[in-house]
């Protein structure tokens, strides 16, 4: 990996809080995207995740520490494209109306749009459903518009959040082997957010494992799997293995630190809370 | 893949030729539930008709029994009706009811959608104005008729302001409510793509508030039919309620099932309409109602 390159993305002690700084979501948070990386942040529920995301996409300002896309404070634009967990399309356009509005959003001029959509619709293989409307597609076909409605505006960063949680297992298999291909022709960067351990490692060249309450950094692994990964399954690999069994030794501590313990006394009442001062 | 399609997309792809005849069975299935869905709407139109003709009925034995005070004969009704519509009574009222209601429903549309809008629109303005709009929204449209006379007279501009007087409440809530709870993932999706606040807003937070707009319009205009038959009653006599009220007060019944029969069909014709209108401009949710 080229690791000379300047960063796109960077984190500099980043923290964040919540409901006038009650709750801590994130404290100092360091790392960075190189272009072209497909980094996975990881952990488990309650680290922020989702968060770190939407401040990369400037949705909402740090309140501590640095956020920097391209050497700027993010601003929501065409340098950064999001897939969110629900495909979050707009009900009332079709699905090529649903790609002309991000491309709209984007700038490109008018009469370019509508071949632009088609031929990202192409891509994911639903040209012929161009003009229906969301809600006569399954979850899976609504996903790949969501995601070829992000790659159309050709960003240099793509934000995923957990983009396939929602999605039946064999779906999930395919639309995961379609990111990949994708990525390897167009070499943007991804910062992918899932709890899944296996997807991670299966996706990414490097990790973010987060822990939880506060959000912090545990661990940054590099990822070294044979590529192109979509052709080799690497899941057979023993450095497969080997790394899946590593983050999730992580994550059993974690949880044995109390953080989702602490989650299950709410639960139920009547139990005693194990460590009701954690934090 | 697993994914499911509307069966008329996926009607051609099942026509592959391991299946031996797809398209016969295929033939076959749809006809058999065209034939279950034609018997059930004739089972409704049935039993309304018979419900209907069980009223007529109704009328029959009430105007035996008790006269033509209680109960009009319905063939009088239909003579009446014949002759009010021919001598061009029931259309000259049903022109003055209409221009009345029309205005008062197009002022009531622009002005509390706009506001609507607005108030829906920037929080500020909708937190600020809010106890106000419930107040004028809870108080019965009647209750204003006295100072609209006061300021506006009897005749046909006073008639349309209590008419839009009733309906734009209605109409502005609903506006409001459906901008102020516009989906908040589309939101964030269109702001993280780098929407603008005005491609937002209108690109977003209207469409997605359409069908909370149209019930509101739908409200409004049954409304407004209650609002116009008030004011030709309590102000000016004219129209269908001035046709009414004439014909009850010398205890014409015949007359006044006539008028009653019209005003019926109107209500009914309104909202059928915006009914119709609902269904087209905001087809995707109402599609999503009705299930896949």
Redesign the interface.
Known sequence: MAVSQAPLISLRQVGKSFKDGKVRALENISFDVRPGEFVSLVGPSGCGKTTLLRLINGLIEADEGQVRVLGQPPEPGPDLAMVFQSARLLPWLTVVGNIVFALALRGIAREDRTQRALALLGAVGLREFADAYPHELSGGMQQRVGLARALAVEPKVLLMDEPFAALDAMTREVLRGELLRMWSRRRMAIVFVTHDIDEAVLLSQRIVLLRPRPGRVDEILDVELPEPRWQNDPRTLPAFAAMRKHLWDRIHAMVGDGAELEELAGAFPDVEPPQAQAR | ??????AH?TAPTLASPHSPSPVSSAAVLAERARTRRRREQGMVLGSQVTIALLFLVGMYALNATAGNLTMPNPLDVLDKSIIMWSDGTIPRALGQSLTVLGLGFLLAAVTGISLGILLGGFRFVGRVFDPFVNAMNSTPGAAFIPLIIVWFGLYTEAKVIVVWNAAVFPILINTAAGISSANK??V????????SRM?LFW??MV??A?PSILSGLRIGAAICTVGTVIAELTMAQSGLGGLLIAAGNRFQMDRYFAVVIVLMALGTLITALLRYAERRL????V??QEG?
């Open positions: 893949m697993t994914e499911l399609a509307p997309r993932d589309l964030e999706m269109a702001r993280a793509f780098g929407a491609t690109k977003v469409p997605d359409m905001a087809r995707w949710r599609s999503l896949r």
